[in-house]
């Protein structure tokens, strides 16, 4: 198979789906060889020459393959050949609160990389690397697909030339430019969270979430909580309260605070804080979370939502690997986002009122 593989390219020099070399150099009236060096720009062909070329190649609808390219251009330099292509992951910031999901996230990433033939090789921008360095190293090492990793802070611009680059961005906090994006479904996932609420029997809901969350998730979550509450407002009440406010509540005993029959908050903390004022979870009030952790809460499993984050990154390795064999580089013209839905987790602060 590697034989059958090599000789694949050095014959064709790049792959092209069912366009070789010989085919354009047939139509352009040259040799294989004088094709080859067209292609990869050497100065020793002629202007004209290469123009032939070039109209040839774009008459048989010929697109160059860029993990080829890569290819190629090591054995021509004599480099060790790993047989291996790379791709990058890369941090806009350095990485601390709320990284367990962007950890999943890479997981998922790199066991999707290694079944598709790709390591991953992962940065992070700061002091010590600018985006100018980064394109540099990432021209010098071939590589030319990249995954930017979701912050964890408010929403940022990505400031790279993405030029002879494809990519793929993780969720909304990456405000431009505007890329592929791979992300939990949150709309969705928060509408069949609070169905299954319904269903368990509650009719008194408090969503409690933050500004800055909600921008980062582009209103997923309380678009559809509200949409939800309007839908069944005959048979629910369904409210919303953002996290300063429910804690300024909280501090004062709970006094000033109607509480209801489940919190939904991706807050986990509330839980202790709950606690502290005498409100035991899940028989005064359930909690559920949007986003669920493996590890729970002090050793809790919640209830909540799996947002399957290590699918997440590994549907980003499939729709960046897509956009190279099909040499989609740079900023596109018409974004794609991927959707990934959740699954909905039974826990112990959840127990049915049915």
Same mark, same amino acid.
């Given at each position: 198979?590697?034989?059958?593989?090599?000789?694949?390219?050095?014959?064709?020099?790049?792959?092209?789906?069912?366009?070789?070399?010989?085919?354009?150099?047939?139509?352009?009236?040259?040799?294989?060889?004088?094709?080859?060096?067209?292609?990869?720009?050497?100065?020793?062909?002629?202007?004209?020459?290469?123009?032939?070329?070039?109209?040839?190649?774009?008459?048989?609808?010929?697109?160059?393959?860029?993990?080829?390219?890569?290819?190629?251009?090591?054995?021509?330099?004599?480099?060790?050949?790993?047989?291996?292509?790379?791709?990058?992951?890369?941090?806009?910031?350095?990485?601390?609160?709320?990284?367990?999901?962007?950890?999943?996230?890479?997981?998922?990433?790199?066991?999707?990389?290694?079944?598709?033939?790709?390591?991953?090789?992962?940065?992070?921008?700061?002091?010590?690397?600018?985006?100018? *360095? $980064?394109?540099?190293? @990432?021209?010098?090492? !071939?590589? &030319?697909?990249?995954?930017?990793?979701?912050? +964890?802070?408010?929403? /940022?611009?990505?400031?790279?030339?993405?030029?002879?680059?494809?990519?793929?961005?993780?969720?909304?906090?990456?405000?431009?430019?505007?890329?592929?994006?791979?992300?939990?479904?949150?709309?969705?996932?928060?509408?069949?969270?609070?169905?299954?609420?319904?269903?368990?029997?509650?009719?008194?809901?408090?969503?409690?979430?933050?500004?800055?969350?909600?921008?980062?998730?582009?209103?997923?979550?309380?678009?559809?909580?509200?949409?939800?509450?309007?839908?069944?407002?005959?048979?629910?009440?369904?409210?919303?309260?953002?996290?300063?406010?429910?804690?300024?509540?909280?501090?004062?005993?709970?006094?000033?605070?109607?509480?209801?029959?489940?919190?939904?908050?991706?807050?986990? *903390? $509330?839980?202790?804080? @709950?606690?502290?004022? !005498?409100? &035991?979870?899940?028989?005064?009030?359930?909690? +559920?979370?949007?986003? /669920?952790?493996?590890?729970?809460?002090?050793?809790?499993?919640?209830?909540?939502?799996?947002?399957?984050?290590?699918?997440?990154g590994a549907r980003a390795v499939e729709l960046l690997s897509d956009s190279l064999a099909m040499n989609r580089l740079g900023v596109p013209e018409h974004p794609v986002t991927l959707l990934v839905r959740g699954q909905w987790c039974d826990g112990e602060t959840l127990q049915s009122k049915c």
């Amino acid at each position: 198979m590697l034989q059958i593989t090599l000789k694949v390219f050095f014959e064709a020099d790049a792959l092209c789906f069912v366009i070789s070399y010989r085919d354009i150099a047939k139509r352009a009236g040259v040799s294989t060889m004088t094709v080859s060096r067209a292609m990869r720009g050497d100065p020793k062909v002629r202007a004209v020459t290469a123009q032939k070329v070039e109209a040839a190649a774009q008459a048989l609808g010929y697109v160059r393959n860029p993990i080829a390219d890569s290819f190629m251009k090591q054995v021509r330099s004599k480099r060790v050949l790993s047989g291996v292509s790379r791709i990058a992951w890369v941090y806009p910031e350095k990485v601390n609160s709320g990284a367990h999901v962007i950890d999943a996230y890479y997981r998922g990433a790199c066991e999707a990389a290694r079944a598709s033939g790709f390591e991953v090789d992962r940065f992070v921008l700061g002091e010590a690397l600018s985006s100018r *360095s $980064l394109r540099r190293i @990432l021209q010098a090492r !071939g590589i &030319r697909g990249m995954l930017i990793s979701p912050t +964890v802070g408010d929403l /940022v611009d990505f400031d790279f030339d993405f030029e002879g680059f494809a990519a793929v961005m993780f969720g909304y906090s990456l405000r431009s430019p505007d890329m592929n994006r791979v992300s939990s479904h949150h709309s969705v996932n928060q509408f069949a969270l609070l169905a299954h609420i319904r269903e368990l029997g509650y009719r008194d809901v408090l969503y409690v979430s933050n500004w800055q969350q909600e921008r980062r998730l582009n209103f997923g979550w309380l678009a559809s909580t509200l949409a939800f509450g309007r839908e069944h407002q005959s048979e629910m009440r369904i409210r919303h309260v953002y996290l300063d406010d429910f804690e300024e509540a909280l501090a004062t005993g709970g006094s000033s605070l109607q509480l209801p029959e489940v919190i939904v908050s991706c807050h986990q *903390s $509330l839980i202790g804080r @709950l606690e502290q004022i !005498g409100c &035991r979870i899940p028989e005064d009030v359930g909690f +559920v979370s949007p986003t /669920v952790r493996p590890e729970g809460y002090r050793g809790r499993r919640l209830a909540g939502m799996n947002q399957c984050s290590e699918l997440i990154g590994a549907r980003a390795v499939e729709l960046l690997s897509d956009s190279l064999a099909m040499n989609r580089l740079g900023v596109p013209e018409h974004p794609v986002t991927l959707l990934v839905r959740g699954q909905w987790c039974d826990g112990e602060t959840l127990q049915s009122k049915c």
